[in-house]
């Protein structure tokens, strides 16, 4: 029963998170006119942050639930193999399909809305920037995951980190740091299957995942080894 909640999470979570940036756009550049302004950019970004933490509290409700197979395979890579099945085989096809779904209906509707982040750049390069996005957000997350700070912080730091990673690489492959949403685009437009498009926005994100758990992994070992030497001091004052 809690996979298959997952699974309809992830699905509607997608979903709505395609819809919501589609939205955004819409409004600021079609129905307000505020596009390329000052006052356009203020409110985009605003908007983007108030979406974030709805998302946040909408997977904090759900027992989580996630519209980016990064973020629930971050975790699985962890947790035990089950789990890492099931998120490759169950959660991240949720998130595509959910992706897709949106962007077909966000299209059908709002025909102006356009196509989609496109590579920019050469393979090679688009790869390397969008492994350095996710290695950076992961490691974020992982931190922030890992800490003591409330929800209110951790989905602030993780917002505005997401934002500015988000902006550093919008004019070269989109800064999507989200395969699933780019796939819905790509899907769309028809060249889903191109190499450009798998090497650049599903492997270069995934082994940056891995390699920033990994990374993450090394660093908090001494920590947990100073809590595990501490722990046998206590017992022997208590003694």
Not at 33 to 52: C, D, I, N, R, T
Not at 91 to 108: K, N, T
Not at 186 to 202: L, M, N, P, Q, S
Not at 203 to 208: I, R, Y
Request: charged fraction near 15%; proline fraction near 3%; glycine fraction near 10%.
């Amino acid at each position: 029963m809690d996979e298959f909640r997952l699974i309809i999470s992830d699905l509607v979570m997608s979903f709505m998170w395609v819809c919501s940036g589609a939205l955004i756009k819409i409004l600021v550049y079609h129905v307000l006119g505020w596009g390329f302004q000052a006052k356009g950019e203020a409110l985009k970004v605003s908007l983007y942050v108030v979406v974030m933490f709805f998302f946040a509290w909408f997977g904090k409700v759900s027992r989580g639930g996630s519209y980016n197979p990064l973020s629930v395979l971050s975790q699985a890579i962890s947790g035990r193999f089950s789990d890492f099945v099931f998120t490759l085989f169950g959660r991240i096809p949720a998130q595509v399909i959910g992706s897709i779904i949106g962007v077909r209906l966000i299209i059908a509707t709002f025909p102006e809305v356009g196509k989609g982040p496109r590579l920019n750049v050469d393979i090679h390069h688009g790869a390397l920037v969008e492994g350095l996005l996710t290695l950076s957000i992961v490691m974020i997350s992982q931190f922030l995951r890992n800490g003591h700070s409330g929800f209110f912080m951790k989905t602030w730091i993780s917002s505005l980190s997401k934002l500015s990673l988000h902006i550093i690489g919008s004019d070269l492959t989109g800064g999507c740091m989200n395969p699933a949403s780019v796939f819905g685009w790509a899907f769309a437009r028809g060249d889903h299957i191109t190499k450009e498009h798998w090497f650049v926005y599903w492997l270069a994100p995934v082994e940056a995942t891995l390699l920033g758990v990994w990374i993450f992994s090394l660093l908090s070992k001494p920590q947990k080894q100073k809590r595990q030497e501490k722990q046998p001091d206590k017992t022997i004052k208590a003694d």
